[in-house]
């Protein structure tokens, strides 16, 4: 990718060497001693040692603190906790605190601010209250963040840079003039002529014809809704602008400390957000991502599962680690509740069984005071006498015994499911056929019925190779991406069973529809052809002649080649396909042009994975969720989380790490339970 806002990145060449946090997975999370009086601090890492915690992320947000006032920096208390860590073992993730600029800085410069769509600046006091096109809060932040890396190079308790916080969450959009200003600069170089321009965003609607570069606003505050194409584009840039941050702080990290590995920590789950992370993994040495359960949620430990996968497939299936998750409630969610009886060692588990090495919380000790103090943390409110603290100390002699699955990768799975960010970023733009579409919704649904049935699943990027996998599935891949429906046809014709579902293939990448019916991209590979939408109210349902019901989306289909399996038997479209394959090659390409209700969906995945050849990941009970990392050429390790109120069981034959017990058959996983089965030879 080459654009004016990372090309100054310079060729520095990253660490080879898997950058170990820890001597074994990590466990630990976001430290922050500057809030708490000295002999917290030294109750905190006896606690620590305690708990097995091995790896804390230090300094995030510590700016005001570091350097109190403009050049002025005092480095005291910070010297002493990495000494106190670096004494008690502990390695420190060391960040660069520029998510919360210092309130001096906000003062002189108050134009370093986020300005919002209607023209707001945000006020000081927040956090990643600044622009990331700011020229004035990039020369400060750097400087902050050279004098960092000078103090701390040879420091012994650093083991790794942690860039900044969340980069894009509260900064994800920003309207204020360098911005619109970098945005015309990014149109410049993406279209080189204007007339591209207006040809890609149609521009013709509404007489919006550009004649040169410098009228194109930001997408700031409208009464009606803006050009789509517009909206997509703002989005590319602003993930760039981001991103471009991030890789100028990275450059200065890697002159001063060349060996030491750099992370930022991704939030892979947060759909709305603008970071388009297939740019920024190559950036960083050690993906790490952000989780967080959402409480209401039902489906929230399938989410979990399904936002590992995709961590994994931007790690192009290297081991990554959970940098921040939660021990129990957030502070963000209206009601915030706090995790049920086993569930924070087996979301923290079922992360590792999703490849992650380690896993870190937000946060070590629970504020008194500031915007997050009712956030859940190792050590809870209440102190170490206390569920939470017990639960992660027990967590820790978990993570100890298995150990041995360190830099291991998780087997290949047999099914894909295609999951693209600038789709999700197509679909917010601007008015749509429905308001009741999410995008992970039908992601999530699939990967629930997969796992119930312990069939692993891959969560691959638009442009992954899929060829190799048995089954690929499409769900609501709103924006086509270039080369798509080429690789979809490419594996449906060497065998595989390809699902593409409603909302898939819309648009193209400059977010126009494909014009000659829906689904434009896919109709020929699918043999049909959509020719108006019939989306479903809220609480709207209608039956499907297998005897399912179905809600949400609905679609008159006609076929074209393929042939219907399943149709519609109520309302408007009655008689009309729901469901059809068509025969590719030595595959075949399936449509679903509705959602079912979890029984007629399960049906057709069962037929699709049957007709695929798909396996489990081993025998075992519907519900158990499997998965499998491996060394190469050696060693494997089989994970059976058990979610479920009854006991669970699979085929194994191996040792328990978690228990240090022999097995061999049948493998009994307790209610709310786990295994994690180092295979014998197989
Ligand atoms: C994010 C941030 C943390 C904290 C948590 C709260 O992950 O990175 O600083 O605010 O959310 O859940």
């Not at 080879?16 to 000295?38: M, R």
């Not at 996968?309 to 129990?328: C, D, K, N, V, Y």
């Amino acid at each position: 990718m080459s654009s004016t806002f990372i090309s100054h990145a310079a060729d520095h060449p990253a660490p080879t060497a898997f950058p170990w946090i820890a001597d074994g997975l990590a466990l630990g999370g976001d430290y922050s001693p500057e809030q708490w009086p000295d002999e917290v601090w030294a109750e905190d890492v006896a606690l620590m040692r305690e708990a097995g915690v091995n790896s804390v992320n230090l300094g995030v947000f510590s700016w005001g603190l570091l350097e109190v006032a403009n050049g002025e920096f005092d480095w005291g208390w910070l010297d002493r906790a990495m000494d106190l860590l670096h004494g008690a073992g502990i390695g420190v993730n060391l960040a660069t605190p520029t998510a919360a600029p210092p309130m001096w800085l906000l003062q002189a410069h108050p134009e370093i601010a986020t300005v919002d769509a209607d023209g707001r600046r945000t006020g000081p006091g927040g956090r990643l209250s600044w622009s990331p096109s700011s020229a004035t809060f990039r020369r400060y932040a750097l400087r902050m963040v050279r004098a960092l890396a000078e103090r701390y190079a040879e420091h012994p308790a650093l083991r790794m840079w942690h860039v900044s916080n969340e980069v894009g969450n509260e900064n994800g959009w920003t309207y204020d003039d360098e911005t619109v200003a970098a945005w015309r600069v990014w149109l410049e170089e993406h279209y080189g002529d204007v007339a591209a321009l207006n040809a890609a965003w149609g521009s013709a609607f509404w007489g919006h014809h550009y004649t040169a570069f410098s009228q194109v606003g930001g997408p700031r505050h409208s009464r009606t809704s803006h050009n789509p194409g517009m909206l997509l584009d703002f989005e590319r840039f602003t993930s760039q602008a981001l991103l471009g941050h991030v890789i100028a702080e990275r450059e200065v990290l890697r002159e001063v400390t060349p060996n030491v590995p750099i992370t930022t920590n991704f939030m892979v789950q947060h759909s709305p957000g603008v970071d388009d992370y297939r740019h920024w993994t190559g950036e960083v040495d050690l993906v790490a991502n952000d989780h967080y359960t959402m409480g209401p949620d039902p489906r929230r430990a399938s989410e979990l599962i399904f936002s590992a996968a995709r961590t994994r497939g931007l790690a192009e299936g290297r081991p990554w680690l959970l940098i921040e998750h939660s021990t129990g409630a957030v502070n963000w969610q209206g009601v915030n509740r706090a995790k049920g009886p086993g569930e924070l060692r087996l979301d923290s588990l079922s992360h590792v069984a999703g490849g992650a090495d380690g896993t870190l919380f937000f946060q070590w000790r629970a504020s008194t005071a500031g915007a997050e103090q009712f956030h859940s943390a190792i050590v809870p409110h209440a102190g170490a006498d206390s569920t939470i603290f017990r639960d992660v100390t027990a967590l820790g002699a978990d993570l100890r015994s298995l150990a041995p699955i360190r830099g291991s990768r998780v087997e290949a799975a047999q099914v894909a499911l295609v999951f693209d960010h600038e789709s999700s970023a197509a679909w917010r733009s601007g008015p749509k056929p429905t308001t009741l579409f999410r995008d992970i919704d039908l992601p999530v649904r699939l990967v629930e019925a997969l796992s119930e049935r312990g069939v692993a699943v891959d969560v691959v990027p638009a442009q992954a190779d899929l060829r190799g996998y048995r089954a690929v599935l499409v769900p609501t891949v709103y924006l086509a991406q270039d080369g798509l429906a080429e690789s979809l046809r490419t594996a449906a014709e060497a065998g595989a069973s390809v699902l593409v579902s409603y909302l898939s293939g819309i648009v193209d990448p400059s977010n126009r529809v494909i014009p000659g019916g829906y689904p434009g991209a896919f109709r020929e590979l699918l043999g049909v052809r959509v020719d108006e939408f019939f989306p479903l109210f809220e609480h709207e349902r209608v039956r499907l002649d297998d005897g399912a019901e179905a809600d949400l989306w609905t679609e008159r289909v006609a076929l074209d080649g393929a042939e219907a399996r399943i149709r519609l038997d109520s309302g408007d479209l009655a008689g009309t396909p729901a469901l059809t394959r068509h025969a590719v090659g030595a595959g075949a390409a399936w449509y679903l042009a509705t959602r079912p209700e979890r029984a007629g969906l399960e049906r057709i995945l069962d037929e699709l994975l049957a007709e695929a050849g798909v396996a489990p990941v081993a025998p075992a009970d519907r519900g158990l969720v499997l998965a499998r990392r491996r060394h190469e050429g050696s060693a494997s390790y089989l994970f059976a989380v058990n979610r479920t109120e009854q006991p669970l069981g699979l085929q194994a034959s191996g040792t328990d790490l978690l228990t240090g017990e022999n097995v061999d058959g049948r493998v009994e996983v307790p209610a709310r339970g786990i295994r994690v089965i180092q295979e014998s030879a197989r």
